[in-house]
């Protein structure tokens, strides 16, 4: 840890009242005048503190911005943000996950993004979001499952997305497979991505993307009457740093449910977050539709559906185009 980093961990320990140069100095192991200049470039990145002779110095106000330090401080978990890495702006948080299990980075690394040039959905769809505004991620693991399980993974993170966006007050419903959605519009989505080698999952990449702070229809008021943001149902703006460490706790949790291969707690949450269950559904996958009952989920996370013969067909992933 650097000595900006050091600091600012020393600014947070008490952050009601004022640490004094001395004791600063003598925890960072610095003089009085390096401390100051240390304080000044620390400002310079955004960071609000206040000096008072012979008081000390007082952290105000963090900025905007997700600093992996930052997400770390008071961040329990046991396995997701082990490894925290942010960009100002990159084509896509999974292509830069995706790059890096590749070459071996270790499970639960986390890449956050504040502006995507080239963020994606399902199916190709680009996702667009303003920068500094939102919570654009990537989680790299490396579950040792079978890849005809691993939908279960796009619903641990549906389920950890719903999870902090109660905390806010909403009623998010999961539009099957992959939406987060509140009062039927969608303000959350996963594109899970995996690499497989012979039976199976090699590695995973989750994407997420949250609306927290944008203002949908100041945005882009074409989506407005689809999509929705935090911001936009509770009026007050979210502190995102915040918001992405509930995440990262709510996705370790879940995650050890898939670990110790026992996805039946996931599986009860899901049926109580959905909103497919008990439509009739049309599902495209590949070039044929899947149409009937959407009366339950398998323990992997497949939609189980009864067609109008009483068959029953289980599909792990495709397009919802009507339910």
């Known amino acids: 840890m650097d000595i900006d980093a050091k600091l600012i961990e020393a600014l947070h320990s008490d952050r009601e009242g004022y640490i004094s140069g001395a ?40 900025p905007d911005r997700l600093i992996p330090q930052e997400i770390e401080m008071g961040l329990k978990t046991e396995l997701i943000g082990g490894n925290i890495i942010t960009y100002q702006s990159c084509s896509s948080t999974s292509d830069i996950a995706e790059e890096k299990a590749r070459s ?12 995507q040039s080239k963020g994606r959905g399902r199916l190709g769809r680009l996702w667009r979001s303003e920068k500094s505004k939102n ?8 579950p040792q499952i079978h890849p005809s399980v691993s939908s279960i993974l796009t619903v641990l993170v549906a389920l950890s997305v719903c999870e902090i966006l109660r905390k806010y007050g909403l009623s998010p419903l999961i539009k099957w497979p992959n939406d987060v959605m509140v009062k039927n519009k969608k303000i959350g989505g996963i594109l899970t991505e995996i690499k497989t080698e012979a039976d199976l999952v090699e590695y995973v990449i989750l994407g997420i993307g ?29 502190d995102r740093i915040e918001a992405g460490r509930n995440l990262l706790a709510a ?10 291969k026992k996805p039946g707690a996931l599986i009860k ?16 996958v590949g070039s044929r539709t899947v149409h009937g009952y959407a009366q339950g989920f398998d323990d992997t996370g497949a939609l189980i559906i009864r067609k109008d013969d009483n068959s029953i067909e ?10």
């Open 23 to 62: 004791e600063i100095a003598e925890k960072l192991g610095i003089t009085r005048t390096a401390i100051w200049k240390h304080i000044e470039a620390i400002r310079n990145n955004g960071y609000e503190i206040e000096a008072v002779p012979h008081l000390g110095y007082r952290l105000l106000k963090v």
């Open 104 to 115: 071996g980075e270790k499970e639960g690394t986390v890449v956050f993004a504040e502006y």
């Open 135 to 142: 919570l654009l991620c990537s989680v790299i693991l490396r």
């Open 210 to 238: 949250i609306n927290v702070n944008s203002e949908m229809r100041k945005m882009n008021p074409d989506i407005a009457g689809t999509s929705t943001s935090v911001f936009d149902e509770c009026g007050y703006r979210v």
């Open 251 to 260: 996705l370790d949790k879940r995650y050890k449910h898939v670990k110790n």
């Open 269 to 284: 949450e899901y049926i109580d977050y959905s909103s497919t269950l008990g439509n009739i559904v049309d599902i495209k």
């Open 314 to 323: 289980k599909v792990n992933s495709g397009e919802l185009v009507r339910g």
